[in-house]
C-alpha cells in the first residue's frame, strides 16, 4: 500500500511563510533596536524610546517586509501553479 502525500493548499503555506518572515522581521528589529537603546543616547533624543522605535517599525519595516514577502510569494505562486493544477486535476481524476 502506497501513501501519496499531499501538499497543503497554497495559501495556507503562504500565510505560514507571511507569518514567519514578520515574525523574523520583528525578531532583528528588536535585538538591533535594544542595541541601539543600549548605547550611548544619539542627538535625537525623541528616538531614544521604545514607542519611536514601534512607529519606525509599523511604518518602515512591516510593510516593507510585507511588501518583499508579497513579491516572493507571486514568483512562487507562478511557478508552482503548474504543479498545483496537476495534482488537483489528479485528484479528480481518481476520485469515486
Request: proline share 5%; no cysteine; aromatic share 14%.
Amino acid at each position: 500500500m502506497s501513501i501519496q502525500l499531499r501538499l497543503p493548499k497554497f495559501w495556507i503555506l503562504a500565510l505560514a511563510q507571511l507569518a514567519l518572515a514578520v515574525a523574523v522581521a520583528g525578531t532583528w528589529f528588536y535585538f538591533r533596536t535594544e542595541s541601539f537603546l543600549s548605547g550611548p543616547p544619539s542627538g535625537d533624543l525623541y528616538a531614544n524610546n521604545w514607542g519611536f522605535q514601534l512607529i519606525v517599525f509599523l511604518i518602515f519595516w512591516l510593510p516593507t517586509t510585507l511588501l518583499i514577502t508579497s513579491i516572493v510569494l507571486a514568483v512562487e505562486h507562478q511557478a508552482l501553479k503548474r504543479h498545483y493544477l496537476a495534482q488537483q486535476s489528479e485528484v479528480t481524476r481518481h476520485a469515486p
